[in-house]
Protein backbone atom coordinates (compact mmCIF):
# COMPACT_ATOMS: atom_id res chain seq x y z
CA UNK A 1 0.00 0.00 0.00
CA UNK A 2 2.80 2.39 0.99
CA UNK A 3 4.68 1.75 -2.40
CA UNK A 4 1.56 1.95 -4.37
CA UNK A 5 0.85 5.59 -2.80
CA UNK A 6 4.96 6.46 -3.12
CA UNK A 7 4.59 5.75 -6.79
CA UNK A 8 1.20 7.53 -6.98
CA UNK A 9 2.78 10.55 -5.33
CA UNK A 10 5.95 10.55 -8.03
CA UNK A 11 3.01 10.35 -10.94
CA UNK A 12 4.53 6.87 -11.71
CA UNK A 13 1.33 5.36 -11.36
CA UNK A 14 -0.86 6.89 -14.31
CA UNK A 15 1.95 7.01 -16.37
CA UNK A 16 1.80 3.45 -16.23
CA UNK A 17 -1.40 2.59 -16.53
CA UNK A 18 -1.85 5.06 -19.58
CA UNK A 19 1.04 3.06 -20.85
CA UNK A 20 -0.78 -0.43 -20.22
CA UNK A 21 -4.06 1.23 -21.99
CA UNK A 22 -1.88 2.57 -25.31
CA UNK A 23 -0.43 -1.34 -25.28
CA UNK A 24 -4.16 -2.71 -25.25
CA UNK A 25 -5.54 0.15 -27.70
CA UNK A 26 -2.52 -1.34 -29.87
CA UNK A 27 -3.57 -4.94 -29.56
CA UNK A 28 -6.99 -4.32 -30.45
CA UNK A 29 -7.24 -2.42 -33.04
CA UNK A 30 -5.73 -3.96 -36.33
CA UNK A 31 -2.63 -2.37 -38.43
CA UNK A 32 -4.34 -0.70 -41.78
CA UNK A 33 -2.39 -2.15 -44.81
CA UNK A 34 -0.05 -0.02 -45.80
CA UNK A 35 -0.68 2.17 -48.98
CA UNK A 36 1.61 0.65 -51.49
CA UNK A 37 2.49 4.42 -53.54
CA UNK A 38 5.13 2.81 -54.80
CA UNK A 39 8.35 4.53 -57.08
CA UNK A 40 7.95 6.85 -59.90
CA UNK A 41 10.00 5.35 -62.96
CA UNK A 42 10.11 6.98 -66.26
CA UNK A 43 11.11 4.57 -69.15
CA UNK A 44 12.16 5.79 -72.51
CA UNK A 45 11.61 4.79 -75.70
CA UNK A 46 14.45 2.63 -76.08
CA UNK A 47 13.75 0.65 -73.47
CA UNK A 48 9.83 0.25 -73.65
CA UNK A 49 9.98 -0.05 -77.63
CA UNK A 50 6.05 1.28 -77.96
CA UNK A 51 5.23 2.10 -81.81
CA UNK A 52 3.82 5.14 -81.58
CA UNK A 53 1.74 4.75 -84.58
CA UNK A 54 -0.51 2.24 -83.12
CA UNK A 55 -1.22 5.86 -80.50
CA UNK A 56 -4.51 7.36 -82.37
CA UNK A 57 -4.25 10.99 -83.35
CA UNK A 58 -7.49 12.18 -81.08
CA UNK A 59 -6.34 10.47 -77.88
CA UNK A 60 -2.83 12.59 -78.63
CA UNK A 61 -4.62 15.57 -79.67
CA UNK A 62 -6.37 15.17 -76.34
CA UNK A 63 -3.29 14.95 -74.14
CA UNK A 64 -1.72 17.98 -76.08
CA UNK A 65 -4.44 20.09 -75.51
CA UNK A 66 -4.50 19.92 -71.73
CA UNK A 67 -1.03 20.21 -71.35
CA UNK A 68 -1.19 23.12 -73.34
CA UNK A 69 -3.33 24.71 -70.50
CA UNK A 70 -1.17 23.76 -68.02
CA UNK A 71 -2.21 20.29 -66.99
CA UNK A 72 -0.40 16.87 -66.60
CA UNK A 73 -2.19 14.33 -69.35
CA UNK A 74 -0.72 10.74 -69.97
CA UNK A 75 -2.54 8.19 -72.12
CA UNK A 76 -3.47 5.56 -69.03
CA UNK A 77 -4.43 1.50 -68.06
CA UNK A 78 -5.29 -0.97 -70.69
CA UNK A 79 -4.06 0.95 -74.48
CA UNK A 80 -0.59 1.25 -72.41
CA UNK A 81 -0.70 -2.59 -71.70
CA UNK A 82 -1.56 -3.19 -75.41
CA UNK A 83 0.90 -0.73 -76.82
CA UNK A 84 3.14 -2.60 -74.92
CA UNK A 85 2.68 -5.86 -76.41
CA UNK A 86 2.31 -4.78 -79.81
CA UNK A 87 -1.43 -4.39 -80.31
CA UNK A 88 -3.28 -1.46 -81.16
CA UNK A 89 -5.65 -0.33 -78.66
CA UNK A 90 -9.47 -0.81 -79.06
CA UNK A 91 -9.89 2.05 -76.51
CA UNK A 92 -7.77 5.13 -75.28
CA UNK A 93 -8.22 6.53 -71.97
CA UNK A 94 -6.58 9.91 -70.49
CA UNK A 95 -5.36 10.47 -66.94
CA UNK A 96 -4.88 14.22 -65.75
CA UNK A 97 -4.78 16.02 -63.01
CA UNK A 98 -7.19 18.94 -64.07
CA UNK A 99 -10.68 18.21 -62.57
CA UNK A 100 -13.82 17.32 -64.58
CA UNK A 101 -15.51 20.72 -64.55
CA UNK A 102 -11.67 21.66 -66.01
CA UNK A 103 -11.35 19.39 -68.52
CA UNK A 104 -15.05 19.75 -69.89
CA UNK A 105 -14.12 23.89 -70.22
CA UNK A 106 -11.14 22.99 -72.45
CA UNK A 107 -13.62 20.97 -75.35
CA UNK A 108 -16.65 21.80 -77.38
CA UNK A 109 -17.87 18.07 -77.02
CA UNK A 110 -17.45 16.96 -73.83
CA UNK A 111 -19.64 15.64 -71.37
CA UNK A 112 -19.46 14.85 -67.44
CA UNK A 113 -20.99 11.14 -66.83
CA UNK A 114 -20.85 9.13 -63.71
CA UNK A 115 -21.36 8.74 -60.28
CA UNK A 116 -19.61 6.30 -58.34
CA UNK A 117 -16.84 7.33 -60.59
CA UNK A 118 -17.36 10.69 -62.61
CA UNK A 119 -15.09 11.16 -65.72
CA UNK A 120 -15.34 13.38 -68.58
CA UNK A 121 -16.52 11.60 -72.36
CA UNK A 122 -14.77 13.68 -74.79
CA UNK A 123 -16.50 12.83 -78.09
CA UNK A 124 -14.47 13.09 -81.53
CA UNK A 125 -16.93 12.77 -84.50
CA UNK A 126 -20.56 12.08 -85.65
CA UNK A 127 -22.86 9.36 -86.27
CA UNK A 128 -20.81 5.57 -86.34
CA UNK A 129 -17.61 6.83 -87.11
CA UNK A 130 -17.17 8.95 -84.16
CA UNK A 131 -14.95 7.72 -81.11
CA UNK A 132 -15.11 8.64 -77.50
CA UNK A 133 -11.68 9.26 -75.16
CA UNK A 134 -12.50 8.92 -71.69
CA UNK A 135 -10.65 11.52 -69.71
CA UNK A 136 -10.31 10.86 -66.00
CA UNK A 137 -8.82 12.63 -62.78
CA UNK A 138 -6.12 11.43 -60.38
CA UNK A 139 -7.25 9.84 -57.30
CA UNK A 140 -6.34 9.86 -54.33
CA UNK A 141 -5.65 6.79 -52.20
CA UNK A 142 -8.44 6.51 -48.83
CA UNK A 143 -8.06 3.97 -46.68
CA UNK A 144 -11.76 2.44 -46.76
CA UNK A 145 -11.65 2.74 -42.93
CA UNK A 146 -11.42 6.76 -43.47
CA UNK A 147 -14.60 6.41 -45.80
CA UNK A 148 -17.92 6.94 -45.20
CA UNK A 149 -20.05 3.73 -44.34
CA UNK A 150 -23.51 3.30 -45.47
CA UNK A 151 -26.20 0.84 -44.93
CA UNK A 152 -27.22 -0.67 -48.32
CA UNK A 153 -25.77 0.05 -51.72
CA UNK A 154 -26.12 1.95 -55.01
CA UNK A 155 -30.29 1.37 -54.83
CA UNK A 156 -31.06 1.35 -51.08
CA UNK A 157 -28.99 3.72 -49.81
CA UNK A 158 -29.65 6.79 -52.48
CA UNK A 159 -29.87 9.51 -50.06
CA UNK A 160 -27.04 8.49 -47.86
CA UNK A 161 -24.44 8.99 -51.02
CA UNK A 162 -25.91 12.24 -51.98
CA UNK A 163 -23.03 14.47 -51.65
CA UNK A 164 -20.64 11.73 -50.72
CA UNK A 165 -17.15 11.98 -51.81
CA UNK A 166 -15.45 8.13 -50.74
CA UNK A 167 -18.35 5.71 -49.50
CA UNK A 168 -18.49 2.37 -49.13
CA UNK A 169 -20.54 -0.34 -48.05
CA UNK A 170 -20.28 -2.75 -45.19
CA UNK A 171 -18.84 -5.08 -47.11
CA UNK A 172 -15.62 -2.77 -47.56
CA UNK A 173 -17.20 -2.17 -51.45
CA UNK A 174 -16.17 1.29 -52.78
CA UNK A 175 -19.89 3.39 -53.63
CA UNK A 176 -18.26 6.93 -54.27
CA UNK A 177 -14.37 7.34 -54.79
CA UNK A 178 -14.21 11.60 -56.13
CA UNK A 179 -11.45 12.67 -54.09
CA UNK A 180 -8.60 13.97 -56.24
CA UNK A 181 -5.40 13.19 -55.51
CA UNK A 182 -1.35 13.16 -57.32
CA UNK A 183 -0.47 10.72 -59.71
CA UNK A 184 1.53 8.58 -57.29
CA UNK A 185 -1.96 8.21 -55.20
CA UNK A 186 -3.27 7.47 -58.41
CA UNK A 187 -1.62 4.70 -59.90
CA UNK A 188 -1.47 2.98 -56.02
CA UNK A 189 -5.13 2.63 -56.50
CA UNK A 190 -5.38 1.20 -59.39
CA UNK A 191 -5.89 -2.97 -59.54
CA UNK A 192 -3.28 -4.64 -62.02
CA UNK A 193 0.14 -3.48 -62.07
CA UNK A 194 0.20 -3.63 -66.03
CA UNK A 195 -2.34 -1.07 -65.84
CA UNK A 196 -0.84 1.35 -63.75
CA UNK A 197 1.36 2.91 -66.16
CA UNK A 198 1.50 6.56 -68.15
CA UNK A 199 2.67 7.10 -71.19
CA UNK A 200 3.65 10.67 -72.81
CA UNK A 201 3.10 10.90 -76.18
CA UNK A 202 4.73 14.03 -76.98
CA UNK A 203 7.73 12.97 -74.58
CA UNK A 204 7.16 9.38 -75.52
CA UNK A 205 8.21 8.52 -72.02
CA UNK A 206 6.21 5.54 -69.92
CA UNK A 207 5.87 6.10 -65.91
CA UNK A 208 5.75 2.97 -64.06
CA UNK A 209 5.11 2.70 -60.20
CA UNK A 210 5.07 -0.77 -59.40
CA UNK A 211 7.19 -2.39 -62.13
CA UNK A 212 4.51 -3.14 -64.52
CA UNK A 213 6.96 -3.69 -67.13
CA UNK A 214 8.16 -5.99 -65.71
CA UNK A 215 5.22 -7.73 -65.47
CA UNK A 216 4.08 -7.63 -68.84
CA UNK A 217 7.54 -9.14 -70.20
CA UNK A 218 7.27 -11.69 -67.19
CA UNK A 219 3.72 -12.25 -68.45
CA UNK A 220 2.15 -12.20 -65.15
CA UNK A 221 -1.10 -10.51 -63.96
CA UNK A 222 -0.42 -9.06 -60.05
CA UNK A 223 -2.69 -6.96 -57.85
CA UNK A 224 -0.98 -3.37 -56.24
CA UNK A 225 -1.18 -4.11 -52.68
CA UNK A 226 -2.78 -6.60 -50.11
CA UNK A 227 -5.21 -8.41 -52.83
CA UNK A 228 -7.96 -9.45 -50.55
CA UNK A 229 -8.40 -5.93 -49.53
CA UNK A 230 -8.55 -4.94 -53.42
CA UNK A 231 -10.81 -7.21 -54.25
CA UNK A 232 -13.26 -6.32 -51.61
CA UNK A 233 -12.84 -2.81 -52.52
CA UNK A 234 -14.35 -4.00 -55.94
CA UNK A 235 -15.35 -7.34 -56.27
CA UNK A 236 -15.67 -7.18 -60.09
CA UNK A 237 -11.91 -7.11 -59.95
CA UNK A 238 -12.00 -10.90 -59.91
CA UNK A 239 -13.63 -10.88 -63.34
CA UNK A 240 -11.12 -8.31 -64.70
CA UNK A 241 -8.67 -11.05 -63.98
CA UNK A 242 -10.09 -13.17 -65.52
CA UNK A 243 -10.86 -11.55 -68.77
CA UNK A 244 -7.17 -10.30 -69.11
CA UNK A 245 -5.99 -13.71 -68.29
CA UNK A 246 -8.01 -15.15 -71.19
CA UNK A 247 -7.22 -12.22 -73.28
CA UNK A 248 -3.49 -11.56 -72.63
CA UNK A 249 -2.35 -14.98 -72.02
CA UNK A 250 -0.93 -14.12 -68.51
CA UNK A 251 -0.39 -16.48 -65.58
CA UNK A 252 -2.36 -14.71 -62.16
CA UNK A 253 0.16 -14.72 -59.43
CA UNK A 254 -0.26 -16.61 -56.50
CA UNK A 255 -1.15 -13.92 -53.93
CA UNK A 256 -3.66 -12.74 -56.68
CA UNK A 257 -5.03 -15.96 -57.62
CA UNK A 258 -5.48 -17.17 -53.72
CA UNK A 259 -8.21 -14.82 -51.87
CA UNK A 260 -10.71 -14.77 -54.84
CA UNK A 261 -12.50 -18.05 -53.38
CA UNK A 262 -13.89 -16.40 -50.26
CA UNK A 263 -14.37 -12.94 -51.96
CA UNK A 264 -16.89 -14.46 -54.90
CA UNK A 265 -19.97 -13.92 -52.62
CA UNK A 266 -19.49 -11.02 -52.63
CA UNK A 267 -20.41 -10.21 -56.41
CA UNK A 268 -23.93 -11.20 -55.44
CA UNK A 269 -24.04 -6.98 -54.04
CA UNK A 270 -22.94 -5.95 -56.89
CA UNK A 271 -25.65 -4.32 -59.10
CA UNK A 272 -26.81 -7.13 -62.23
CA UNK A 273 -26.32 -4.50 -65.07
CA UNK A 274 -23.16 -3.96 -64.74
CA UNK A 275 -22.35 -8.07 -64.28
CA UNK A 276 -23.79 -8.27 -67.17
CA UNK A 277 -21.47 -5.49 -68.85
CA UNK A 278 -18.43 -7.81 -67.49
CA UNK A 279 -20.08 -10.97 -68.83
CA UNK A 280 -20.88 -8.92 -72.53
CA UNK A 281 -16.75 -8.15 -71.92
CA UNK A 282 -15.77 -11.75 -71.05
CA UNK A 283 -17.35 -12.79 -74.42
CA UNK A 284 -16.58 -9.98 -76.69
CA UNK A 285 -12.79 -10.12 -76.24
CA UNK A 286 -12.29 -12.11 -79.16
CA UNK A 287 -10.97 -14.92 -77.07
CA UNK A 288 -14.61 -16.12 -75.49
CA UNK A 289 -13.79 -19.91 -75.73
CA UNK A 290 -10.94 -19.41 -73.78
CA UNK A 291 -12.47 -16.69 -71.13
CA UNK A 292 -15.38 -19.58 -70.59
CA UNK A 293 -12.08 -22.03 -69.81
CA UNK A 294 -10.29 -19.57 -67.56
CA UNK A 295 -14.07 -19.43 -65.19
CA UNK A 296 -13.86 -23.10 -64.80
CA UNK A 297 -10.18 -23.15 -64.20
CA UNK A 298 -10.93 -20.41 -61.06
CA UNK A 299 -14.19 -22.60 -60.41
CA UNK A 300 -16.03 -18.99 -61.11
CA UNK A 301 -18.51 -21.21 -64.11
CA UNK A 302 -21.40 -21.81 -61.56
CA UNK A 303 -22.60 -19.45 -59.29
CA UNK A 304 -21.79 -16.39 -60.76
CA UNK A 305 -23.56 -15.97 -64.24
CA UNK A 306 -26.71 -17.11 -64.99
CA UNK A 307 -26.30 -17.32 -68.47
CA UNK A 308 -23.20 -19.00 -69.06
CA UNK A 309 -24.70 -21.48 -66.30
CA UNK A 310 -26.56 -22.65 -68.86
CA UNK A 311 -23.35 -23.43 -71.01
CA UNK A 312 -22.01 -25.59 -68.26
CA UNK A 313 -25.45 -27.53 -67.19
CA UNK A 314 -24.61 -31.03 -67.62
CA UNK A 315 -27.37 -32.67 -67.05
CA UNK A 316 -28.57 -31.13 -70.48
CA UNK A 317 -25.32 -31.01 -71.94
CA UNK A 318 -24.97 -33.10 -75.68
CA UNK A 319 -22.64 -33.28 -78.20
CA UNK A 320 -24.25 -31.28 -80.63
CA UNK A 321 -25.89 -28.53 -78.09
CA UNK A 322 -21.82 -28.30 -77.15
CA UNK A 323 -20.64 -27.96 -80.75
CA UNK A 324 -23.24 -25.46 -81.33
CA UNK A 325 -21.69 -22.94 -78.33
CA UNK A 326 -18.26 -23.54 -79.75
CA UNK A 327 -18.96 -22.53 -83.25
CA UNK A 328 -20.58 -19.63 -82.09
CA UNK A 329 -18.33 -18.82 -79.43
CA UNK A 330 -15.63 -19.34 -82.33
CA UNK A 331 -17.00 -17.16 -85.12
CA UNK A 332 -17.77 -14.53 -82.52
CA UNK A 333 -13.61 -14.41 -81.67
CA UNK A 334 -13.01 -14.03 -85.44
CA UNK A 335 -15.47 -11.47 -86.40
CA UNK A 336 -13.71 -9.33 -83.28
CA UNK A 337 -10.44 -10.79 -84.83
CA UNK A 338 -11.38 -9.28 -88.23
CA UNK A 339 -12.51 -5.88 -86.78
CA UNK A 340 -16.06 -6.77 -87.44
CA UNK A 341 -19.12 -5.72 -85.45
CA UNK A 342 -20.39 -8.59 -82.90
CA UNK A 343 -24.32 -8.44 -82.14
CA UNK A 344 -24.80 -9.15 -77.82
CA UNK A 345 -28.10 -10.47 -78.97
CA UNK A 346 -26.81 -12.78 -81.10
CA UNK A 347 -24.13 -14.09 -79.04
CA UNK A 348 -26.60 -15.00 -75.84
CA UNK A 349 -29.34 -16.10 -78.65
CA UNK A 350 -27.06 -18.70 -79.65
CA UNK A 351 -25.36 -19.47 -75.63
CA UNK A 352 -29.74 -19.73 -74.48
CA UNK A 353 -30.96 -21.10 -77.65
CA UNK A 354 -31.25 -24.84 -75.90
CA UNK A 355 -32.64 -23.91 -73.21
CA UNK A 356 -35.65 -22.28 -75.48
CA UNK A 357 -35.93 -25.50 -77.57
CA UNK A 358 -35.88 -27.56 -74.76
CA UNK A 359 -38.94 -25.66 -73.41
CA UNK A 360 -40.04 -25.23 -76.35
CA UNK A 361 -40.52 -29.07 -77.53
CA UNK A 362 -41.81 -29.67 -73.68
CA UNK A 363 -44.53 -27.04 -74.26
CA UNK A 364 -45.60 -28.49 -77.77
CA UNK A 365 -45.87 -32.20 -76.50
CA UNK A 366 -48.00 -31.13 -73.72
CA UNK A 367 -50.07 -29.84 -76.85
CA UNK A 368 -49.77 -26.33 -77.19
CA UNK A 369 -49.54 -24.56 -80.32
CA UNK A 370 -45.85 -23.66 -81.77
CA UNK A 371 -45.68 -20.12 -81.50
CA UNK A 372 -47.23 -19.85 -78.26
CA UNK A 373 -45.36 -22.85 -77.00
CA UNK A 374 -42.20 -20.88 -78.30
CA UNK A 375 -42.96 -17.45 -76.80
CA UNK A 376 -43.82 -19.32 -73.23
CA UNK A 377 -40.51 -21.01 -73.55
CA UNK A 378 -38.79 -18.27 -74.66
CA UNK A 379 -40.15 -16.11 -71.56
CA UNK A 380 -39.04 -18.39 -69.09
CA UNK A 381 -35.48 -18.68 -69.94
CA UNK A 382 -35.25 -14.47 -70.00
CA UNK A 383 -36.95 -15.06 -65.82
CA UNK A 384 -34.60 -17.80 -64.89
CA UNK A 385 -31.03 -16.44 -66.61
CA UNK A 386 -31.22 -13.36 -67.28
CA UNK A 387 -33.31 -11.57 -64.78
CA UNK A 388 -34.22 -7.74 -65.02
CA UNK A 389 -31.98 -7.11 -67.84
CA UNK A 390 -34.22 -8.59 -70.37
CA UNK A 391 -36.73 -6.37 -70.23
CA UNK A 392 -34.79 -3.59 -70.85
CA UNK A 393 -33.91 -1.59 -74.19
CA UNK A 394 -33.18 -3.38 -77.42
CA UNK A 395 -31.07 -6.54 -76.23
CA UNK A 396 -34.14 -8.52 -75.37
CA UNK A 397 -36.31 -7.79 -78.43
CA UNK A 398 -33.31 -8.69 -80.77
CA UNK A 399 -32.68 -11.91 -78.77
CA UNK A 400 -36.50 -12.66 -78.89
CA UNK A 401 -37.02 -12.10 -83.07
CA UNK A 402 -33.95 -14.36 -83.54
CA UNK A 403 -35.83 -17.17 -81.59
CA UNK A 404 -38.91 -15.90 -83.24
CA UNK A 405 -38.10 -16.40 -86.53
CA UNK A 406 -36.66 -19.90 -86.20
CA UNK A 407 -39.92 -21.63 -87.20
CA UNK A 408 -41.35 -19.00 -89.97
CA UNK A 409 -37.92 -20.47 -91.87
CA UNK A 410 -39.73 -23.52 -92.21
CA UNK A 411 -42.84 -21.85 -94.00
CA UNK A 412 -41.32 -20.74 -98.02
CA UNK A 413 -45.02 -19.15 -99.13
CA UNK A 414 -44.18 -15.98 -101.06
CA UNK A 415 -45.79 -13.61 -98.42
CA UNK A 416 -43.84 -15.02 -96.13
CA UNK A 417 -40.40 -15.06 -97.45
CA UNK A 418 -41.15 -11.97 -98.86
CA UNK A 419 -42.03 -10.35 -95.51
CA UNK A 420 -39.27 -12.15 -93.98
CA UNK A 421 -36.29 -10.84 -95.67
CA UNK A 422 -37.40 -7.56 -95.10
CA UNK A 423 -36.94 -8.15 -91.65
CA UNK A 424 -34.29 -5.33 -90.14
CA UNK A 425 -32.84 -8.78 -87.90
CA UNK A 426 -33.57 -11.02 -90.83
CA UNK A 427 -29.44 -11.48 -91.25
CA UNK A 428 -28.94 -12.01 -87.59
CA UNK A 429 -31.70 -14.85 -87.90
CA UNK A 430 -30.27 -16.34 -91.07
CA UNK A 431 -26.81 -16.71 -89.64
CA UNK A 432 -28.52 -18.19 -86.89
CA UNK A 433 -30.33 -20.54 -89.13
CA UNK A 434 -26.92 -21.76 -90.65
CA UNK A 435 -25.25 -22.21 -87.00
CA UNK A 436 -27.84 -25.00 -86.52
CA UNK A 437 -27.69 -26.36 -89.58
CA UNK A 438 -23.51 -26.74 -89.73
CA UNK A 439 -23.96 -28.89 -86.33
CA UNK A 440 -27.33 -30.80 -88.29
CA UNK A 441 -29.81 -29.27 -86.38
CA UNK A 442 -31.66 -27.75 -89.21
CA UNK A 443 -31.76 -28.81 -92.78
CA UNK A 444 -28.74 -27.57 -94.84
CA UNK A 445 -31.28 -27.67 -97.54
CA UNK A 446 -33.37 -25.15 -95.71
CA UNK A 447 -30.22 -23.04 -95.28
CA UNK A 448 -29.03 -22.94 -98.66
CA UNK A 449 -32.46 -22.26 -99.79
CA UNK A 450 -32.91 -18.63 -97.90
CA UNK A 451 -28.96 -17.88 -98.50
CA UNK A 452 -30.46 -18.15 -102.40
CA UNK A 453 -33.65 -16.30 -102.06
CA UNK A 454 -31.87 -13.31 -100.21
CA UNK A 455 -29.38 -12.79 -102.71
CA UNK A 456 -30.99 -13.86 -106.10
CA UNK A 457 -32.72 -11.57 -108.23
CA UNK A 458 -36.46 -11.44 -108.59
CA UNK A 459 -36.48 -13.91 -111.55
CA UNK A 460 -34.50 -16.57 -109.16
CA UNK A 461 -36.62 -16.32 -106.46
CA UNK A 462 -39.76 -17.29 -108.48
CA UNK A 463 -38.03 -19.99 -109.52
CA UNK A 464 -37.26 -21.01 -106.18
CA UNK A 465 -40.40 -20.27 -104.49
CA UNK A 466 -42.03 -21.97 -107.82
CA UNK A 467 -39.60 -25.46 -107.14
CA UNK A 468 -41.05 -25.54 -103.50
CA UNK A 469 -44.23 -25.34 -105.14
CA UNK A 470 -43.84 -28.51 -107.57
CA UNK A 471 -42.49 -30.20 -104.83
CA UNK A 472 -45.22 -29.92 -102.33
CA UNK A 473 -47.95 -30.57 -105.26
CA UNK A 474 -45.98 -34.01 -105.64
CA UNK A 475 -47.84 -36.75 -103.97
CA UNK A 476 -45.78 -38.89 -101.68
CA UNK A 477 -43.93 -42.13 -103.24
CA UNK A 478 -45.51 -44.84 -101.89
CA UNK A 479 -44.18 -48.17 -101.53
CA UNK A 480 -45.12 -51.15 -103.76
CA UNK A 481 -47.06 -53.93 -101.76
CA UNK A 482 -45.48 -57.47 -101.96
CA UNK A 483 -47.68 -59.59 -105.11
CA UNK A 484 -50.55 -61.92 -103.28
CA UNK A 485 -49.87 -65.83 -104.13
CA UNK A 486 -51.39 -67.18 -106.94
CA UNK A 487 -54.72 -69.00 -106.05
CA UNK A 488 -54.47 -73.10 -107.31
CA UNK A 489 -56.82 -73.88 -109.66
CA UNK A 490 -59.84 -75.91 -108.60
CA UNK A 491 -60.01 -79.39 -109.38
CA UNK A 492 -62.51 -80.79 -111.64
CA UNK A 493 -64.50 -83.31 -110.92
CA UNK A 494 -63.60 -86.49 -113.92
CA UNK A 495 -67.43 -86.77 -115.25
CA UNK A 496 -67.67 -82.98 -115.53
CA UNK A 497 -67.62 -80.90 -118.79
CA UNK A 498 -65.85 -77.76 -118.93
CA UNK A 499 -69.05 -76.28 -118.22
CA UNK A 500 -68.69 -77.58 -114.48
CA UNK A 501 -65.33 -76.17 -114.57
CA UNK A 502 -66.89 -72.87 -115.29
CA UNK A 503 -69.91 -73.09 -112.67
CA UNK A 504 -67.55 -74.06 -110.14
CA UNK A 505 -64.93 -71.23 -110.82
CA UNK A 506 -67.87 -68.86 -110.55
CA UNK A 507 -69.25 -69.94 -107.04
CA UNK A 508 -65.67 -71.15 -105.79
CA UNK A 509 -64.91 -67.91 -103.77
CA UNK A 510 -68.34 -66.44 -103.46
CA UNK A 511 -67.21 -65.14 -99.98
CA UNK A 512 -64.93 -62.74 -101.46
CA UNK A 513 -67.66 -60.75 -102.20
CA UNK A 514 -67.03 -61.74 -105.96
CA UNK A 515 -63.78 -60.05 -106.43
CA UNK A 516 -61.75 -62.54 -108.01
CA UNK A 517 -64.46 -64.06 -109.95
CA UNK A 518 -64.59 -60.25 -111.56
CA UNK A 519 -61.19 -60.82 -112.14
CA UNK A 520 -61.24 -64.02 -113.93
CA UNK A 521 -64.27 -63.04 -116.24
CA UNK A 522 -62.23 -59.94 -116.97
CA UNK A 523 -59.36 -61.81 -118.01
CA UNK A 524 -61.69 -64.23 -120.08
CA UNK A 525 -63.08 -61.72 -121.75
CA UNK A 526 -59.27 -60.18 -122.41
CA UNK A 527 -58.56 -63.15 -123.65
CA UNK A 528 -61.65 -63.83 -126.24
CA UNK A 529 -61.32 -60.74 -127.58
CA UNK A 530 -57.35 -60.10 -128.30
CA UNK A 531 -56.23 -56.79 -126.94
CA UNK A 532 -59.67 -54.96 -125.64
CA UNK A 533 -58.87 -52.67 -122.44
CA UNK A 534 -60.16 -54.19 -119.27
CA UNK A 535 -63.33 -52.75 -117.86
CA UNK A 536 -64.21 -51.55 -114.84
CA UNK A 537 -64.37 -53.65 -112.30
CA UNK A 538 -67.94 -54.06 -111.06
CA UNK A 539 -69.34 -55.96 -108.13
CA UNK A 540 -72.28 -58.06 -108.33
CA UNK A 541 -74.38 -59.86 -106.15
CA UNK A 542 -73.46 -63.65 -105.00
CA UNK A 543 -76.55 -65.86 -106.71
CA UNK A 544 -77.71 -68.63 -104.88
CA UNK A 545 -76.11 -71.62 -105.52
CA UNK A 546 -77.58 -75.05 -107.67
CA UNK A 547 -79.07 -75.34 -111.13
CA UNK A 548 -78.01 -73.53 -114.33
CA UNK A 549 -78.88 -70.19 -113.24
CA UNK A 550 -75.40 -69.40 -111.46
CA UNK A 551 -73.22 -70.80 -114.16
CA UNK A 552 -75.36 -69.13 -117.08
CA UNK A 553 -74.57 -65.85 -115.24
CA UNK A 554 -70.88 -66.48 -114.75
CA UNK A 555 -71.00 -67.70 -118.76
CA UNK A 556 -72.76 -64.06 -119.36
CA UNK A 557 -69.97 -62.20 -117.33
CA UNK A 558 -67.34 -64.14 -118.91
CA UNK A 559 -68.18 -63.33 -122.54
CA UNK A 560 -69.72 -66.65 -124.47
CA UNK A 561 -71.93 -69.11 -123.45
CA UNK A 562 -71.12 -72.21 -121.68
CA UNK A 563 -72.47 -75.45 -122.13
CA UNK A 564 -75.20 -77.00 -120.08
CA UNK A 565 -74.04 -78.93 -117.32
CA UNK A 566 -75.83 -82.53 -116.66
Not at 99 to 115: D, H, N, S
Not at 328 to 333: E, H, I, Q, R, W
Not at 451 to 479: T, Y
Request: aromatic residues 6%; without cysteine; charged residues 30%.
Amino acid sequence: MIKKLIQRLLGQGDAAVQAAAAAAATQAVPARPKIPLGKRVEVPVTEHGIDRHLVDDRAIKVVRTLQQAGYEAYIVGGAVRDLLVGRAPKDFDVATNATPEQVKGLFRRAFIIGRRFRIVHVVHGRGRDHEVIEVSTFRAYLDSADATQVGGNEKTAKAELAGQAHAVDASGRVLRDNVWGPQIEDAARRDFTVNAMYYDPETQIVVDYHGGLADVKAKRLRLIGDAATRYREDPVRILRAIRFEAKLGFELEAATAAPIPAIVPQLADVPISRMFDEMIKLLQTGHALASLEVLQKHGLHRGVFPVLEAVFDERRSSEQRMAFVRMALSDTDRRVGEGKPVAPSFLLASLLWHDVLDGWNERRAAGEHLVPALQAAIDAVFDARIGDVSGRGKLGADMREIWMMQPRFERRQPNTAYSLIEQPRFRAGFDFLRLRADVGEAPAELADWWEDFSLGSDEDREALLAAVREAQRQPPKRVPKAAKPARPAPVADPGDGAGDASSAHDGDDAADDGAEADGDALAGEGAETGAAPARKRRRRRRKPAGGTGGAGGAGGQGGSPAPAGD
